[in-house]
């Protein structure tokens, strides 16, 4: 087809999809649910690549003052006349993304979180021109663009320096909001990382009267106490919610539009089998990342093999460590979900990092929102339904066992066949 669009593999820019001949699907939607469901601070979790850095880029793009408003153009949201009317291009957005923050002391991640912010400031260099602003406000600009003040009220105080400048309120958009987290946990400074993180969303994000919203994107939501008690009850959108639930992910009528746009329809039940199986809320969801990946390789390679996109998107450890501290009962659970099964457990959707690997209860969770494993629905006593979703995550979990196995056997299989050799079942059994 001449005037087939290419796949956006690896772009979440919005505006970069909408003007370059990429393909997209339609989320827009999600701005007019944001809208009737209003929650002061708005928080999104999600396995990664499930497409929260674009949903950003395009809550940015809509709100923010100064806008194209014709990347809006043929789109859901553009039908909505009146509520197009009143926020289409109306308000300052503060706009940034954690996930870079990978510091490998407290002190490089600070200086990598001061990197995001000082970016962002730089973006509205107009402030220090500004006839709304006094010399002090001016200084304080600068202090903030380059580094110079205090980074827990930074993005507090720039809130206050737009708000000052074009008279209205702010929206803030921190996209992986738990990635610095994740990282200092890795790296022994998770205290000190919860502090700074605590104290810079207490001051944007609580008792602001220069915030008209907030919406934060992570995998993962950190217990209230670690991190949120300084807010006043975030609106969590989580993998169970049914609002907001068909905003990130595609679903099987938009995959199959997709295939069919692109003469592809005849993969539909490959693609159904290797990377269907999610539910978000009510909805059945694709992983974004997979369905994007094979569509390019379908158009452009011979390789008619679906692919690990997702998993080979990030790293896969977490189940190895899950095998090595399965007791008997979780390996059996293993078997069943790796034959296609379901297995029943509660889930504890507020923990703190510290905390996951403590027990395999707490990884049972985390393989829950991670997104190695789906629900299939909830018990009568309040226990959850998990099932491992598509095809592609069934083979890591496979492969990631058997590399449990081997390190478990010392010595190869030679004593396993040697059992088999002499008839010993209690050794073949061990």
């Known amino acids: 087809m001449a005037d087939r669009k290419k796949m956006p593999i690896g772009i979440d820019d919005f505006a970069k999809i909408r003007t370059n001949g990429f393909y997209y699907i339609d989320k827009t939607g999600m701005i007019k649910d944001l809208l009737n469901n209003w929650g002061e601070v708005n928080l999104f979790t999600r396995p990664r690549r499930f497409g929260k850095s674009l949903n950003m880029s395009m809550l940015r793009r809509f709100f923010e003052i100064g806008t194209d408003k014709s990347l809006f153009d043929g789109l859901e949201i553009s039908k909505e006349t009146e509520l197009c009317e009143k926020y ?109 993180i605590r104290q810079m969303f207490g001051y944007a994000l609580k008792s602001n009267e220069s915030l008209q919203f907030g919406v934060l994107t992570g995998c993962m939501r950190v217990s209230k106490e670690s991190l949120f008690s300084d807010l006043n009850n975030p609106k969590i959108y989580s993998l169970v919610n049914d609002e907001c639930d068909e905003w990130f992910g595609f679903t099987n009528q938009e995959v199959q539009r997709l295939l069919d746009d692109n003469n592809l329809s005849q993969y539909f039940d490959i693609t159904k089998d290797w990377y269907d199986g999610y539910r978000i809320g009510v909805t059945d969801i694709y992983c974004p990342w997979d369905v994007i990946n094979w569509c390019g390789q379908l158009l452009t390679s011979s390789d008619k093999m679906p692919g690990n996109y997702w998993t080979n998107s990030g790293e896969n450890s977490i189940i190895n460590r899950f095998a090595r501290m399965a007791e008997d009962e979780d390996r059996y659970d293993l078997e069943v979900l790796s034959e296609g099964g379901c297995v029943d457990k509660e889930l504890n959707f507020e923990r703190t990092y510290q905390d996951i690997y403590s027990s395999t209860d707490n990884l049972w969770s985390l393989l829950f929102t991670a997104g190695y494993l789906t629900q299939r629905g909830r018990n009568e006593d309040g226990t959850w339904r998990l099932a491992i979703p598509n095809r592609e995550i069934r083979k890591v979990f496979a492969d990631q066992i058997r590399i449990w196995f081997m390190q478990k056997i010392d010595g190869g299989l030679q004593e396993l066949y040697k059992a088999f050799d002499s008839g010993k079942a209690d050794e073949i059994e061990k």
């Open 88 to 196: 289409m291009g109306q308000f300052p957005v503060i706009s940034m993304s954690l996930k870079q923050v990978n510091g490998t002391s407290y002190e490089k991640a600070e200086a990598n979180i001061w990197d995001v912010i000082k970016t962002e400031a730089r973006r509205f260099s107009f402030l220090s021109n500004s006839s709304k602003l006094d010399d002090d406000d001016k200084k304080y600009f600068q202090a903030i663009k380059n580094g110079k003040s205090l980074l827990d009220s930074s993005i507090f105080q720039l809130s206050l320096l737009l708000f000052k400048h074009y008279g209205k309120k702010v929206i803030i958009l921190i996209d992986e909001y738990d990635a610095p987290l994740q990282r200092a946990w890795q790296n022994d400074y998770y205290d000190d990382m919860v502090l700074l």
